[in-house]
């Protein structure tokens, strides 16, 4: 006996006789007729019969009639039943939609295509997928525009790490078309998607060490600038997007407020304008990655001299000794590496005090930040043989990141509220 077949072909079979039956309950209901609704225009429309369309649902195929009407005013025709069971301008229920949209944001199309088939017997060909998370990913970024007040009413963590981060996404050759970038012809491949990331970190392990808190890590992000003319009282894109994400997390009622970045002076920038009382700590990784990468030049990747120099020079930053690094650094000063690293040792100088912040117990890494890079962004955008337009990539980071937070069922609930109301 082939158990696995049994199981699939029980299930088709009580699928189709639940949609069938659904389906009789549906079309015996004609209170679609009794009010004329009037058309966008404001006029009355006239009933003209009822209309038969077939719509994938999560059981199947439903063919349903519903009371249509047209506009003698603008000559447009339209169902209202369409509207109040939100299927208007979709061939797909609600509850596949919802189905399209998770996967969507998390694999590729034609891996959420055959998903979808595999899991749950819906077939939606990838395309379809394509427009429709991408339609459902524009209607989060509207949403999150709109939700700024704090998801809790609670009092948040005793302190709250805000990060910020920025990752290069591969786009369509349009898309890219007169920009600078990093290929050896100064063309660009990419666009950079800016990230910010909201955390606590009240736990501790077994070295007492401060780790992130589950559950508390929420994402932000898309492919917009950081910078803004002076004339812009409401600054950039970016500076509203991470004004935006603190207010929802309540950053400013945590009793401490830590910003973690990289180094990047438009990083420091934005939280000198967003939250100048906050304390600044660059991550201590990408500070060793610098020296690491200083030890390389002066002495070669793998030798005995490089690895000696750049474990002393860790020894310095970790200790609090920056006047012998500096030293150490200013030394090599021929080098043009060692001359960049002493510019951005100098420049960040406050930020770089880790005994202090241990000593506070905060994080000096920025890893939920590098993280969130990884697994909101490349996992999905950075695949092989990938390459976006600007809406659809952002849709789809909106998309992402709203579910990645823990907050889709929320927008899920208001966007139904939306649709009764309107």
């Avoid at 063919?63 to 506009?71: G, N, S, V, W």
């Avoid at 963590?157 to 920025?166: E, F, K, M, R, S």
């Avoid at 970016?238 to 401490?256: C, D, H, K, P």
């Amino acid at each position: 006996m082939d158990l696995e077949a049994l199981e699939n072909g029980a299930r088709r079979a009580a699928l189709q006789v639940v949609a069938r039956m659904l389906e009789q309950r549906l079309n015996a209901d004609h209170s679609d007729e009794q009010e004329p609704p009037r058309c966008g225009c404001q006029q009355a429309a006239r009933f003209a019969g009822r209309k038969a369309k077939t719509f994938q649902s999560v059981l199947g195929a439903l063919t349903l009639e519903r009371a249509y009407y047209h506009c003698p005013a603008c000559q447009r025709g339209f169902c209202p039943r369409d509207r109040d069971w939100g299927l208007e301008g979709s061939s797909l229920t609600p509850g596949v939609v919802r189905m399209v949209a998770a996967v969507g944001a998390a694999v590729s199309f034609e891996e959420g295509r055959q998903l979808l088939e595999e899991l749950s017997g819906v077939a939606v060909d990838a395309k379809q997928i394509e427009r429709t998370a991408e339609a459902v990913g524009r209607q989060v970024a509207a949403d999150e525009r709109q939700q700024t007040v704090p998801l809790s009413a609670t009092a948040p963590a005793p302190t709250l790490y805000l990060g910020v981060d920025g990752t290069g996404v591969p786009m369509r050759a349009e898309e890219v078309a007169g920009r600078r970038g990093k290929q050896p012809e100064g063309t660009a491949k990419t666009r950079e998607v800016k990230l910010c990331v909201v955390w606590s970190a009240e736990g501790r392990d077994s070295q007492d060490r401060p780790v992130r808190d589950p559950g508390s890590v929420s994402y932000s992000a898309a492919i917009e600038s950081a910078a803004a003319l002076e004339t812009e009282a409401a600054g950039s894109k970016f500076y509203q997007r991470v004004a935006r994400e603190t207010a929802r997390r309540g950053f400013l009622r945590a009793q401490r407020r830590v910003i973690l970045g990289d180094g990047a002076p438009w990083i420091w920038n934005l939280a000198q304008e967003l939250y100048p009382d906050a304390l600044q700590i660059v991550d201590r990784w990408h500070v060793k990655e610098h020296l690491s990468q200083v030890s390389h030049a002066l002495y070669g990747f793998a030798s005995s001299r490089a690895r000696a120099w750049r474990e002393r020079r860790f020894q310095e930053l970790d200790s609090g000794c920056f006047q012998a690094l500096l030293r150490a650094v200013a030394r090599q000063a021929r080098r043009e590496e060692a001359r960049k690293l002493l510019g951005y040792l100098k420049s960040n100088r406050s930020r770089l005090d880790y005994p202090r912040f241990e000593a506070l117990g905060l994080c000096t890494s920025s890893g939920v930040v590098e993280a969130g890079c990884k697994v909101v962004i490349g996992t999905r955008l950075k695949r092989a043989g990938m390459r976006w337009s600007l809406p659809g990539a952002n849709a789809i980071i909106a998309l992402r990141c709203c579910r990645l937070s823990g907050r889709f069922q929320d927008f899920w609930e208001r966007r139904a509220e939306l649709k009764r109301v309107a």
